[in-house]
């Protein structure tokens, strides 16, 4: 199976949030129980983000919570890295705790936040986990060789490039190095992040990653897969030429930023299906699915 738009996308539009906001988009996802759980940004109506959960049995119908539930001004000593919002958070399984790394989005411009869970009632906030500017962070849901391991998308100049980082506790970082950097003159050109939480495969760890070109005024945003080593998660050992998803439709290119495909969430079926769930033109969450072993393939 190649990769195949649910036929009733958006599967959420702020039509479903039981409160005010501009849009509800770019989630993170994880499954909960027998619940598959929707972590979104929803940018309020002055401009700043927050998280609320979204709920569901089957993975395509959900329901949004009527609250918040992790806000900028919960961030108590972390306000100040947080005030102009959070947005955009992964989402992984350790050790039976869920951690969510976001953006942390302020004077300081964009930093990498860490908070932790158990239940998604009560949210342990660690605080930031890289300097500004960084982005696009996620964290493997196992150790390897004894570290526990992180990807993100420091900005340098104009470089934005993929770096990975190893870790004794998830707080302190260390043993960088790059891992993946854009392919001049292709769709991924001016800046690539990594999209969505390590999935461990017979082959390798598969992500998704985003890709950015410019095209006149403004860019375009496309997501591509791609494979780690299982032993050295800083070896890339594929990845794929061409994007996997790409907007088309009109609400994946009409919207607050037009022509963006952006996930920060999947979920892995035991089945070897993947729900792929993304956002159209920063407006709304769709849901795509396909399959691990066709992903593996495009990483050949
Ligand atoms: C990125 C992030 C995402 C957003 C994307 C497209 O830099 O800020 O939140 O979806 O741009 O606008």
Redesign the pocket.
Known sequence: MKMTRYSKNPILTKKDVPFDVNSI??PGAVKFGNEYLLFC?VEMPNGRSSFVLARSKDGINFEVEPNLCLTPEEHDNFYKYAEWGI??ARVVNIENKYFLTY?GYSKYMPLVLLAETTDFKKYKLHGPISEPSN?DCTIFPEKINGFYWKIDRPSAEQRQNIWVAKSNDLLHWGGYECLAEPAPGTWEADKIGISTTPIKTKDGWLLLYHGVRGFGISSI?KLGVMLLDLQKPWVLKGKCSSPVLAPDLDYERIGD?GN?I?SNGWIAEDNGGIKIYY?GA?TNICLATTTIDYLLSLCK
Request: aromatic share 24%.
């Open positions: 988009f770019n940004r947005e955009d953006t982005k945003y930023v963006v952006f956002s920063d």
